[in-house]
């Protein structure tokens, strides 16, 4: 089994920047990839950001270029920096693990984009 962290959440002006962490815990070595995900109350959850155990990243047309996803093995960490936030990106962020015997979700993070 493996465990997930979020932190860094919280409110920020339209324009500016956050980076969210997600600490994994548990079976490491058997994740395969991570990722982030948001959620709108009333939407689907969206895939924003994903990075596999080979560093090969993909992300949501509507992050690119303003997102960018890292991961640390040797703290087990990954990082989601977020730049030239604005009001759409308001959601609760959720990191997810996928591992060689199933996913795993974070508990997830608030993250308020003030106009």
């Known amino acids: 089994q493996v465990q997930l962290v979020e932190s860094g959440g919280g409110l920020v002006q339209h324009g500016g920047s956050l980076r969210l962490s997600c600490a994994a815990s548990g079976s490491t070595s058997t994740i395969r990839a991570m990722g982030w995900a948001r959620h709108v109350p009333g939407n689907q959850r969206e895939a924003v950001a994903t990075?596999?155990?080979?560093?090969?990243?993909h992300y949501a047309d509507s992050v690119k270029g303003r997102f960018t996803v890292v991961r640390d093995a040797t703290k087990n960490t990954m990082y989601l920096q977020m730049n030239n936030l604005i009001p759409d990106d308001t959601a609760v962020y959720y990191c997810s693990a996928i591992t060689t015997t199933g996913g795993y979700w974070g508990q997830g993070t608030q993250v308020t984009v003030s106009s």
């Open positions: 990075i596999t155990d080979t560093d090969y990243t």
